[in-house]
Nanobody
Framework: QVQLVESGGGLVQAGGSLRLSCAAS????????MGWFRQAPGKEREFVAS????????THAASVRGRFTISRDNAKNTVYLQMNSLKPEDTALYYC????????????????WGQGTQVTVST
């Protein structure tokens, strides 16, 4: 099994920045892709960004492209989401996820999930 623990969420004013972290443990050698998803009240969980665990390729949703950046630190088994120019519509519970065999943008492609970290952006 793979365990994922998110951290770094909190309250921030519009235009501010936050950096989320996701620490992976357990059978990390099974991980092919790490991703970030978010879910706002009344909405479905949506894709934010993903990165191949071995590095090299990353993907960002159109809604966050140019503002958010996903990265990883293999030595720490950690993936990050740097969020700049935050907007109120970015307010959501952010989840870290790991996929064993896919590198897409859908919830069903991911096998392991963290418990989420709340990001709230005020106006």
């Amino acid at each position: 099994q793979v365990q994922l623990v998110e951290s770094g969420g909190g309250l921030v004013q519009a235009g501010g920045s936050l950096r989320l972290s996701c620490a992976a443990s357990g059978r990390t050698f099974d991980i092919y892709t790490m991703g970030w998803f978010r879910q706002a009240p009344g909405k479905e969980r949506e894709f934010v960004a993903s990165i191949k665990w071995s590095g090299g390729r990353n993907t960002h949703a159109a809604s966050v492209r140019g503002r958010f950046t996903i990265s990883r630190d293999n030595a720490k088994n950690t993936v990050y989401l740097q969020m700049n120019s935050l907007k109120p519509e970015d307010t959501a519970l952010y989840y870290c996820a790991a996929a064993r065999a896919y590198d897409g943008t859908h919830v069903w492609e991911y096998d392991y999930w963290g418990q989420g970290t709340q990001v709230t952006v005020s106006t």
